[in-house]
C-alpha cells in the first residue's frame, strides 16, 4: 500500500528489454519510496539499473524494445505506468523533472539555450513565445549563469561543460517540480565544478522544496546530500538504508566492497594496496544466476548462493538486504 508519507513509491518495478539477443532484465523487481523534501541516493555501477529505473519514473523507455512489465509506479497515489500518454506529458517536466546523465547530448543543438528552456514554460504553464523567454533568462540567471540575457541567445556547443550542466538544472527546475531525478548531474566534471553544481542542487531545493533522488557512482555525492541510499546490482536492490548504516554499517558484501574501493589518501587497503578493485563484471543481464547475482564476485559468497532466490529481507524499519547471509 502507498503510504500517504511517501511522495513516490515504486512496488516491484520489472523493466525488461526484448531484443533479438534475448530478454535484458535492466530492472528486475525494485522497490523503494521518497518522501517530500527527502534526498534519496541510488548508487551502483554502470549497468546496475539506475538510469533505467529513472526513465521508468518518468515513461521514457523506449517501446520497442523496452517495456514495464510489472510493478507499480505510485505518484501522489496514481499509478504512473495506467496514465495515457498526454497524462503522463502534463506531469513530466512539470512535475517530475530530470537532470539528464550527458548534457551536450540531450540538450538539442539546432535550438538556443533559451529555447530549450523556454520550452516547459510554454507546455506546462501556458505562456507565449515572449513571456516564455524572459522567464527562461530569470531561470538561466537562477542557476547562476553569467550574463544569462546573452547566454539565452547561445547554441549548447558554445557553452561551456559546467555551464550546459546549468542549463539542464534550469529546465528541470523550470517549473518548479515536486520530485527532481539527476542521473550522473557531474559525471565528467572537474572537482571544482562539480562542487558548484552539487551547492546549486542543494540551495534550489531548499527554495524550491523539492524531493531529489541523486543516481550516482560517486559514494563520495552522495555523503554530501543524500539522507537514505539505494544500493542496486544487476538490476535489483541490493540494500537500502539511512546514509549513516550504509557507510558505518553496511550489510551486503557488495556495498562493502564499494566503501572499499573509495580511494582514501596516504591509506592502503586491506590486501595492502593503495587502489581496492571489484574484481570480475557485472554479469549479463541476458543470462542472470537463478541466485544472486553477485556471488561470482563476492568473498563470502556460499554454496547455494548462484542457485538459490534470495529475497529482499527488512532487517529494521528503512533498512534491509538482498543476501543468504541474513535468512
Known amino acids: 500500500m502507498n503510504s500517504p508519507d511517501h511522495l513516490l513509491q515504486l512496488d516491484g518495478l520489472k523493466t525488461h528489454f526484448f531484443t533479438f539477443d534475448g530478454v535484458a532484465k535492466a530492472v528486475d523487481d525494485v522497490s523503494f519510496h521518497l518522501s517530500p523534501g527527502e534526498t ?32 507499480r509506479i505510485l505518484f501522489n497515489g496514481v499509478d504512473l505506468t495506467t496514465l495515457d500518454k498526454s497524462a503522463l506529458g502534463d506531469i513530466r ?22 529555447d530549450q528552456v523556454s520550452e516547459a514554460f510554454i507546455r506546462h504553464r501556458g505562456m ?18 553569467p550574463a544569462p ?23 528541470a527546475l523550470a517549473c518548479d517540480p515536486e520530485i527532481l531525478i539527476a ?34 557512482h560517486d559514494l563520495g555525492v552522495v555523503a554530501q546530500i543524500a539522507q537514505r541510499v539505494v544500493v542496486m546490482y544487476a538490476g535489483k536492490v541490493v540494500e537500502t538504508g539511512d546514509v549513516y548504516t550504509i557507510f558505518e554499517q553496511p550489510k551486503h558484501p557488495y556495498t562493502q566492497a564499494l566503501l572499499h574501493s573509495i580511494p582514501r589518501m596516504g591509506r592502503l587497503s586491506r590486501h595492502g594496496r593503495r587502489l ?33 532466490p534470495v529475497e529482499f529481507k527488512r532487517l529494521e ?3 534491509g538486504v538482498r543476501c543468504l547471509l541474513y535468512e
Open 93 to 114: 517536466g512539470n512535475r517530475i523533472s530530470m537532470i539528464f546523465q550527458e548534457p551536450m547530448t540531450s540538450l538539442n543543438p539546432l535550438f538556443t539555450v533559451g
Open 40 to 71: 534519496l541516493g541510488i548508487v551502483g555501477e554502470s549497468g546496475s539499473g539506475k538510469s533505467v529505473t529513472a526513465l521508468s519514473i518518468m515513461g521514457l523507455i523506449p517501446q520497442p524494445p523496452g517495456r514495464i512489465v510489472a510493478g
Open 183 to 216: 542521473d550522473e548531474p557531474t559525471t565528467a566534471l572537474d572537482v571544482t565544478i562539480q562542487a558548484q553544481v552539487l551547492e546549486l542542487m542543494a540551495d534550489l531545493k531548499s527554495k524550491v522544496d523539492a524531493a531529489i533522488i541523486m543516481i550516482t
Open 276 to 308: 581496492e578493485e571489484i574484481p570480475g563484471m557485472v554479469p549479463s543481464l541476458y543470462n542472470l544466476p537463478a541466485g544472486c547475482s553477485y556471488c561470482d564476485r563476492c568473498n563470502q559468497a556460499r554454496p547455494g548462493c548462484r542457485t538459490t
Open 317 to 319: 524499519p528503512g533498512v
Open 149 to 171: 540575457t546573452q547566454r539565452a541567445r547561445e547554441y549548447p556547443h558554445q557553452l561551456s561543460g559546467g555551464m550546459r550542466q546549468r542549463v539542464m538544472i534550469a529546465m
Open 128 to 145: 507565449n513565445k515572449k513571456e516564455s523567454l524572459e522567464q527562461a533568462v530569470a531561470m538561466l540567471d537562477k542557476v547562476q549563469i
